[in-house]
């Protein structure tokens, strides 16, 4: 009998510095899987583990400490992917992060300290790599060049 694929639950933060303007990070050289390519932080949610304080640990498990100053707000899209075999199934829980309380205490550089040789980058929306991120972003990445999603702490006009 054929073993069932296995499903993961995923978060991750669209983690906003200003109304339009987003961190995201670049994954290390020697990484597992996606070298070298942009992602939005996050992680596997842990059995028993709120997807909120999921990403809570996530963040600061990939960027120190000083993330714990991040705020994280409502669900920004679920995304669905399948990788091919032996890939998962994965589910992922994107959340809007409110990065105005980090914005505050001053620059994030220096103060944020990617893990395992990921580096930080900043983009306005129209500005991000699309061709960079995993081929299971890329949907989303147009809708945010496009303006289709936006900040939930976004000011009008």
Known sequence: MEKPPRRLLVVA????????????QRRGAAAAHGAAMVEFPGGKVEPGEAPTAALARELVEEWGEAASALRIGPIAEVLH????PPGP?????LYHVDGAALVAQ???EGRLVP???????DFTCAELPAQE???ADRALIERLRRGELRSPWQRAG
């Open 13 to 24: 933060g669209l983690v906003w510095l200003a109304p339009e303007r987003l961190l995201v």
């Open 81 to 84: 992917h399948d990788y091919p």
């Open 89 to 93: 199934e994965v589910v992922l829980l």
């Open 106 to 108: 001053g620059p994030w």
């Open 115 to 121: 893990a395992d040789g990921a580096s930080l980058l």
């Open 133 to 135: 991120f995993l081929a």
